[in-house]
């Protein structure tokens, strides 16, 4: 059972186009991360999100953490060749942060 | 610095062989963590490490063994390797916050 459900699972569009990518689960979380993981590499951490209803921007990359803290969406305005990759979104599982549970990923794909 | 590194990048192994995947990380992180990425199935956590001398089982331990003797490096192994670990493997540190990855092992099991 996935505890964090991402969806689309694939997205393909257009440079230049706006989009947006969700993070679900029925779970309350402390917190949320994001990666952006590119192919041959690891995943690397773009945010944490960690109050309900915050907003982190990071360039054209528009992060959202739930009001409920249960769901996050990352936003993405004039998407570039260079933001093709797999998005994660993870979160932290238990009363420490030691570990995370991470959803299967969007992986997205930016057309010139 | 160079973060996390993982070697060997790429290993091919027959049925029943043995091997180690060595993870080290020249940040200080006290947490240290070995997951498995399959198509589909996302990232799941094998082992992982709270502190030097110290392992605990993750979501998808059995067929793996872990070893954290220095704090700096996280040895994850394949006793007897079978087609199901055919995998990219990846090491990740943290400090208790957002992780760490290396570059991957794709390890392969015929």
């Known amino acids: 059972t996935q505890l964090l459900e991402q969806s689309p699972q694939f997205l393909s569009i257009q440079e230049g186009e706006n989009l947006t990518v969700y993070c679900n689960s029925s779970?309350?979380?402390?917190?949320l991360q994001w990666y952006r993981q590119e192919p041959g590499e690891g995943p690397v951490l773009l945010v944490t999100?960690?109050?309900?209803?915050e907003v982190k921007k990071l360039k054209r990359l528009t992060f959202q953490f739930g009001d409920a803290r249960k769901d996050s969406s990352l936003h993405i305005t004039a998407a570039q060749p260079g933001d093709t990759g797999l998005y994660l979104c993870a979160g932290p599982l238990g009363f420490g942060n030691e570990k995370l549970t991470f959803g299967t990923g969007t992986r997205l794909t930016i057309i010139p | 610095n160079a973060g996390v590194t993982q070697t060997p990048k790429f290993r091919v192994l027959k049925t029943g062989q043995s091997m180690t995947l060595l993870c080290a990380q020249d940040m200080n992180h006290e947490y240290m963590y070995w997951y498995r990425q399959d198509p589909g199935m996302g990232l799941r956590l094998i082992h992982y490490?709270?502190?030097?001398?110290?392992?605990a089982k993750g979501e998808v331990p059995d067929g793996y063994n872990v070893s954290r003797l220095k704090k700096q490096n996280f040895l994850l192994g394949l006793e007897s390797a079978a087609p199901s670990q055919t995998s990219v493997y990846f090491c990740?540190?943290?400090?208790?916050?957002?992780?760490?990855f290396g570059p991957g092992t794709r390890l392969t099991v015929l």
């Open positions: 490490s709270v502190g030097e001398g110290t392992t």
């Open positions: 990740a540190s943290s400090h208790g916050g957002g992780q760490f």
């Open positions: 999100v960690v109050t309900g209803g």
């Open positions: 779970s309350v979380f402390s917190s």
